[in-house]
């Protein structure tokens, strides 16, 4: 089988000639002719040993039938390459639509054929699909407004009044105090050495015991003195991810910076320390945040910036933590050499007989307090041994459960419509509050 090949005469015009499928092939923009690699041997053209003595004219026809065909062909290769890819295209359009509507065997059948998959009905994928309409139930509305003007819905409201009063207590707990007094030492201590090292005080105790109370009340008491503008005391919230930076954010927040998060470590380091300083700030309270099944936030990563804090003599620190973090910063020595003696807010034990006094006078002061703040009409008697010891017990002498069982049960009590607590009401508190959430095992005011 021969094929046709373009030749150039001496002239300068063109003629078609055919070539057998052995001979040389003529390269396509190269302007001459190459050694077939089959035939390496093979005789040269007497115009390529000659050199190119081919006029002018002749290279310029030569280059311009090769540039034509060169560009037919590239035409052609693109035209079936954009073809296929508005095939496929088409294909996968199908396909995914055949997957978001759930028709799966249609796109599984027509799979094989991206022609059929081209004809079959497209969807506009940038669109996106409207979420299902949700309606208001007119039995539901009607009932639920019969329900407000009912006397349960009014008992509700009587209920969240009374739980808001109790809730906003604070009582002058002792021990809470000489925490507090401890912080204030540490304060003035900052204030006289201001620029050099500077100490921290660690608060690490029990969920419910008041740390996070004594923090809030100090900063509140501190800011009554406060000149505008000045915020001596931070009390800061940190989360457990135990990063420098979750602590520098923590205090970009405090101090209502809007862009709390933004920035490198290096970056938010130095914000913090010119906010800190912008806003007068004597004293940083960090109060860790805790997560069920996380230990603490105060990682080496994060005592290890504390230490550069302490050591730039910026400002005094104050930890406030569960037990969780004792073991953490204690391990660290440089940390724990920068320290005032651990703040204890421990629980209180019933066979001690100091701690059965602070105990009872708590117990008094709650009494008389949710009586002369009209919460209800008389006493319920917590400080009667019995009833105080059973309590201890029970709250294993921890402030925070003790209150959170009298919200339960003055709840009781204001939804059977009584302005009185009685000891049944917190036993019952006991069994739906302390046993359901874990705190106890038993109630021993069942026996009273």
């Known amino acids: 089988m021969t094929t046709s090949n373009t030749k150039i005469k001496d002239d300068g015009s063109a003629a078609i000639t055919r070539r057998a499928p052995n001979a040389p092939r003529r390269q396509f923009g190269s302007g001459k002719a190459k050694r077939d690699p089959r035939n390496a041997g093979g005789p040269v053209s007497e115009r390529a040993r000659a050199g190119n003595s081919r006029p002018v004219v ?39 639509a055949a997957s978001t509507s759930g028709d799966w065997t249609a796109g599984a059948s027509d799979a094989g054929d991206p ?28 009932a639920f407004r019969a329900f407000r003007k009912s006397q349960l819905a009014q008992r509700s409201s009587r209920v969240a009044l009374a739980l808001s009063q109790l809730m906003r207590i604070r009582l002058p707990y002792p021990r809470h105090i000489e925490a507090m007094a401890e912080i204030e030492e540490l304060l003035l201590l900052g204030r006289e050495m201001r620029g050099e090292q500077q100490l921290a005080l660690n608060v690490f105790s029990r969920t419910g015991t008041g740390k996070s109370t004594v923090a809030t009340q100090f900063k509140l008491m501190r800011a009554q003195d406060d000149p505008p503008g000045v915020r001596s005391v931070l009390h800061a919230r940190m989360g457990t ?14 101090v209502g910076d809007g862009f709390a998060s933004s920035g490198t470590e290096h970056t938010l380091r130095r914000r913090a320390m010119r906010a800190m300083e912008d806003n007068g700030v004597e004293l940083l ?6 997560h069920s099944g996380q ?19 910026r400002v005094p620190i104050v930890l406030l933590g569960t037990e969780a973090a ?16 651990p703040c204890r807010l421990d629980p209180l034990d019933m066979a001690d007989d100091d701690d059965l006094e602070l105990w009872l006078g708590f117990l008094g002061a709650l009494d008389d307090r ?19 010891l059973a309590l201890g ?56």
Request: charged share 30%; proline share 4%.
């Open 58 to 96: 002749a290279e310029r026809a030569s280059d311009v039938i090769e540039r034509e065909t060169n560009a037919v062909t590239a035409e052609a290769v693109r035209s079936e390459r954009a073809d296929g890819l508005e095939v496929a295209a088409k294909s996968r359009d199908v396909a995914v």
């Open 115 to 142: 022609v059929v998959d081209a004809l079959l009905p497209q969807r506009d994928l940038a669109t996106p699909e409207p979420e299902p309409q949700q309606t208001l139930s007119p039995e539901m509305q009607d």
């Open 241 to 254: 991810s135990g990063t420098a930076r979750d602590l520098y954010s923590s205090i970009m927040s405090e």
């Open 285 to 290: 309270i960090l109060d860790e945040t805790q």
């Open 295 to 313: 230990k603490s936030g105060f990682s080496r990563e994060v005592t290890a910036e504390l230490k550069i804090m302490l050591d730039t003599g």
């Open 326 to 341: 004792i073991p953490i910063v204690g391990s660290d020595r440089e940390l724990s050499g920068r320290m005032f003696s």
């Open 370 to 388: 949710m009586v002369s703040d009209g919460i209800v009409a008389s006493g319920a008697g917590l400080a009667e041994e019995g009833l105080a």
């Open 393 to 448: 017990e029970v709250c294993d002498g921890v402030i925070g459960q003790l209150m959170r069982v009298m919200t339960m049960a003055l709840r009781n009590a204001v939804r059977e419509q009584r302005d009185v607590v009685t000891t049944d009401d917190i036993s019952i508190a006991v069994d739906e509050w302390s046993m359901e959430h874990g705190f106890a095992r038993s109630n021993p005011l069942r026996r009273l």
